[in-house]
C-alpha cells in the first residue's frame, strides 16, 4: 500500500513537471527578437551598444508568474511564511506579498494558483528581487545559466539566461529600435492608442494587449504598470520606466523614470524580460 502512494506520487509529481514544462513553451513565444544598434542614454548622456536581445511582448503576466512559482516550490527554492513568499536559491530574499488588495497570486494546499479571470494581466506585486528570481527560475527550467547571483548582488558572469533589461536597453525598444518612428509615445503620438494611464484606465490595471504595439510589435511599454529595470539609480533604488495605469503622460514617455526600494511589493509595479543572444 505504501509502495503504492509512492509510485502514485512519483506519477502526479512527473505529470506536473511536464505541465509545468509545456508551460515555458507559452512564455518563451511570447518574445520578439529585435536587432541591436548604438543608443544615447537619456539620464547620463552616453552612448550604449545595445546588443541584440529576445524582448517579452508583454509585461509578465500571472499566469506566467504561477506557473513558475509552482515550479520553482517543487524544487525546493521557496518559502512561505504568513503571507511573504521567499526565494532561497542564493540566499533569503522576499519576492511576493500573498493576500494584498493588488495580490492576483494565491496559494492554498502547497500550490500557487491565480485569481479567474486575472491570469492575463500583467503580474504586480513582485520586488525587484522578486522579478530577478523569476529571471533565474524561468533560465533554469529551460536549460540557461541562471544571470542573477543574487547572494552576490553580481551576475553570472557565464549567465545566458533571462533578465531584465537594463534601462537604456528598455528605452531603446520603447522607441521601436532600428525601426524608430520616433513617436513620443511607445508607438504612437497619441497615449490613448498605446498605453493606460490615468485618464483612461479608471486607475486599475488592465489586461495585457488591449493597445496597439509599438514598431516592434511590444506592448503596453506606455503606462499600465511601471517596469523593474535592472539598474539602480542614483538614490541606490531600482530604476522603473514607462509609467503606470494612475500616471499622468508625462510619466509615460521614454526619457521618465521613478526609483523603487528593491524589497518593496508595489500595486502600479511590473516587469518583463529580455535575453541576449
Not at 544615447?40 to 545595445?50: E, M, R
Not at 511590444?218 to 509609467?243: H, P, Q, R, T
Not at 510619466?251 to 502600479?268: D, G, Q, R, T, V
Request: hydrophobic fraction near 40%; glycine fraction near 8%.
Amino acid at each position: 500500500m505504501k509502495m503504492k502512494k509512492t509510485i502514485i506520487l512519483f506519477i502526479l509529481t512527473f505529470l506536473i513537471l511536464i505541465f509545468l514544462s509545456d508551460s515555458s513553451i507559452d512564455i518563451i513565444t511570447n518574445f520578439v527578437k529585435i536587432d541591436g544598434a548604438n543608443y544615447i542614454y537619456s539620464l547620463d548622456g552616453k552612448n550604449y551598444k545595445i546588443p541584440s536581445l529576445y524582448v517579452q511582448r508583454t509585461e509578465i503576466t500571472n499566469k506566467d508568474c504561477t506557473e513558475l512559482l509552482n515550479w520553482a516550490f517543487l524544487q525546493g527554492y521557496l518559502e512561505i511564511s504568513n503571507k511573504d513568499v521567499y526565494s532561497t536559491y542564493q540566499g533569503k530574499f522576499l519576492i511576493y506579498i500573498l493576500e494584498e488588495k493588488y495580490s492576483d497570486i494565491t496559494f492554498s494546499k502547497n500550490a500557487f494558483s491565480c485569481k479567474k479571470g486575472k491570469e492575463n494581466y500583467p503580474a504586480a506585486g513582485f520586488t525587484w528581487y522578486g522579478a530577478a528570481a523569476i529571471a533565474n527560475f524561468l533560465s533554469m527550467q529551460l536549460g540557461f545559466i541562471p544571470v542573477y547571483n543574487l547572494m552576490q548582488g553580481s551576475i553570472t558572469p557565464k549567465g545566458n539566461g533571462f533578465r531584465l533589461p537594463h534601462a537604456y536597453e528598455w528605452e531603446f525598444f520603447f522607441q521601436g529600435g532600428t525601426k524608430s518612428n520616433n513617436y513620443q509615445y511607445a508607438g504612437s503620438n497619441l497615449l490613448d492608442e498605446v498605453g493606460w494611464f490615468e485618464k483612461n484606465s479608471s486607475k486599475r490595471v488592465q489586461p495585457i494587449m488591449q493597445k496597439k504595439s509599438n514598431e516592434l510589435g511590444i506592448y503596453d511599454l506606455s503606462g499600465n504598470l511601471w517596469e523593474w529595470c535592472y539598474d539602480m539609480g542614483i538614490s541606490a533604488g531600482a530604476i522603473v520606466k514607462g509609467g503606470a495605469y494612475d500616471s499622468k503622460e508625462s510619466f509615460c514617455i521614454y526619457s521618465a523614470f521613478a526609483e523603487f526600494e528593491p524589497l518593496e511589493s508595489l500595486a502600479n509595479v511590473g516587469f518583463r524580460l529580455v535575453r541576449t543572444y
